[in-house]
């Protein structure tokens, strides 16, 4: 057998499975990495420096691969762009209901996001985003017009 699965894995002990691992680490000069989100030994297939194995650990729907990249992401995020991103949520979510014109939010959004470059550039502070962001919609994008 070239090499254990998942499924194996099973049927034999963790401990065996390391130490089958191992061996083939020394043997094959390839490298065992311990996966970030489960602690799951793995041999990052591809990208050689993977963090994360391929397994779907417990009740998860999505492999350790997408759940942590995903969880890095969030862990990246400041909380001035989560602000910024529930801002621009919250009025996209109103043009999917008809609350606000599709056109008027192309407006707004392209007006916000300028602001927000200038912002991640240190042209302008947060606060002067922030009480932008934190206009009326329509007094928003009267400005623009
Ligand atoms: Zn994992």
Known sequence: M??????TVDHFSIDIYIRYEMTKTLTEKTLLVKCENCGFYFVPQGKSDSKYCSRIKGNAEKPCSEIGAYRKYKKSITDERKYYISI???YYYLV????????DYCIWSEYAQSLYKKYKKKDI???ALKKWLDLDFDKAVKMQK
Do not use: L, V
């Open 2 to 7: 070239d090499r254990f699965s998942i499924a």
């Open 88 to 90: 621009t949520k919250h």
């Open 96 to 103: 999917k209901n008809k609350q606000i014109s599709k056109s």
């Open 125 to 127: 502070t947060f606060q």
